[in-house]
């Protein structure tokens, strides 16, 4: 593992330095791949959903269906740059910002631990650089190298 010993394992500096080390410098490309992987966390979450409405399970079944494709889309080789709109850097930080305390309070409804079980995903991330260096798959994606343990989440649930 190579995580720098000054940020505990589930803190934002420890998920920047991992990025940073996997990285190393933000391009317009990674920006889009780790958008595109982030609406795939969401579209998994909302698989995690049902509802006793139909209505509801159509909205949630659609709304996963879309974000899967636009992932897909955004992770794709050679697709179509998408691109912050000029000034609104602080909307898309307002709103990032916004998930991550929304993700928390979901947490809190459903009483997961959430502070341990992102320092579990945080160990599992750091596992998978191999030598100390990230591998990626075609689509920008970081890969799992021979060390990769899936975090064990079921102790925070």
């Not at 420890?14 to 969401?42: D, N, Y």
């Amino acid at each position: 593992m190579n995580q720098k010993a000054e940020h505990p394992f589930g803190s934002v500096e420890s998920i920047l330095a991992w990025f940073a080390e996997a990285k190393k410098q933000p391009t317009g490309r990674g920006m889009q791949v780790q958008l595109g992987v982030h609406f795939e966390e969401v579209s998994e979450m909302l698989e995690t959903l049902t509802s006793e409405s139909p209505s509801m399970r159509h909205y949630i079944s659609r709304a996963s269906t879309a974000l899967e494709e636009l992932a897909d889309a955004m992770k794709a080789e050679g697709s179509c740059p998408v691109e912050v709109i000029a000034g609104h850097d602080e909307d898309l930080l307002d709103a990032l910002c916004d998930q991550i305390v929304t993700a928390v309070g979901s947490a809190f409804e459903v009483q997961s631990d959430i502070v341990q079980g992102l320092a579990e995903v945080d160990r599992s991330n750091w596992s998978k650089f191999v030598k100390g260096q990230a591998i990626f798959y075609d689509n920008g994606k970081i890969a799992k190298g021979p060390d990769y343990f899936k975090a064990d989440l079921s102790k925070f649930v």
